[in-house]
């Protein structure tokens, strides 16, 4: 799904796009929101080696390219909206006015939209133990399933209680329910482990503290980027502004200038 097709007269026909009636409940796209693109955009480049592409939404946004897969958004709106600097993973779900309105009725809350965003919608939300995320109703980008294998991202929600938390969420995002197509949850090791189509997309575990003075430690969702040298990631953090915040031979967690946390995985373990 989403490759060329050679057509009899030697074309190419277009990848399919996929939209969020087919794909739902998986993470579908991560997000940045930043003070400042060209500092974030010389961070990243030099961290990650992501490329930028412009998109139809404006000059505060951008588009960050892997090896010329879509990996990531960026969007300079921090101090414009109001809204905090911090990476947020999106989710794919039909009708974002019901995911909104589920989420309400659950005890999170709303913090931005649903919005219009050509081709789609989006909304900004928050669980009811603070950890924010967004939803996403419309098309996918281009090669979805390229950027779901290769890219970046694999996340992880560091929770009060994970298995309240999956309840959570599965029940705003259809998880485990009768649905054609829906994700499967499972239990390993006292982790949730969300599955997509056979792959592990996300897992949830538990301990965080919601009133504790690090962010770090609060209840959050944390992007992981996939890299070849971890090592070479952690000292380029360093050397662009930003700071490590814990770091072993597999994996760093890392904080940009801007105060915005991610974790660089060894690619060997995906």
């Not at 074309?11 to 003070?35: D, M």
């Not at 924010?132 to 996918?140: D, P, T, V």
Request: negative net charge; charged residues 25%; glycine residues 10%.
């Amino acid at each position: 799904m989403n490759h060329d097709t050679t057509l009899p007269d030697g074309a190419k026909r277009k990848p399919e796009i996929l939209s969020t009636h087919s794909v739902f409940g998986a993470p579908c796209w991560v997000s940045l929101t930043s003070r400042d693109l060209k500092a974030t955009e010389d961070f990243y480049g030099a961290v990650l080696g992501w490329r930028w592409k412009s998109v139809k939404l404006g000059d505060h946004f951008r588009i960050a390219l892997a090896g010329g897969v879509p990996v990531a958004g960026i969007a300079a709106v921090a101090s414009m909206w109001q809204m905090a600097v911090t990476w947020t993973p999106y989710f794919a779900v039909p009708d974002a006015d019901v995911a909104v309105a589920r989420a309400r009725e659950r005890g999170g809350t709303a913090a931005v939209g649903p919005l219009s965003f050509p081709p789609g919608r989006a909304a900004l939300l928050a669980d009811r133990d603070g950890a924010i995320f967004g939803i996403w109703e419309g098309q996918l980008i281009a090669n979805w399933e390229a950027w779901r294998r290769a890219a970046p991202t694999f996340i992880r929600l560091h929770t009060r209680n994970a298995f309240d938390a999956a309840l959570f969420y599965g029940e705003i995002l259809d998880w485990a329910s009768e649905r054609s197509g829906c994700c499967q949850v499972e239990y390993e090791g006292g982790e949730v482990v969300l599955r997509s189509r056979g792959d592990a997309v996300a897992r949830i575990d538990s301990g965080a503290v919601e009133a504790a003075p690090d962010p770090s430690v609060r209840p959050h969702w944390q992007i992981h980027f996939a890299v070849a040298g971890v090592a070479d990631c952690a000292r380029a953090a360093e050397k662009h502004g930003g700071s490590v915040l814990r770091e072993d031979e597999e994996e760093a967690v890392l904080r940009d200038p801007d105060g915005a946390q991610f974790t660089v995985t060894s690619r060997r373990e995906h």
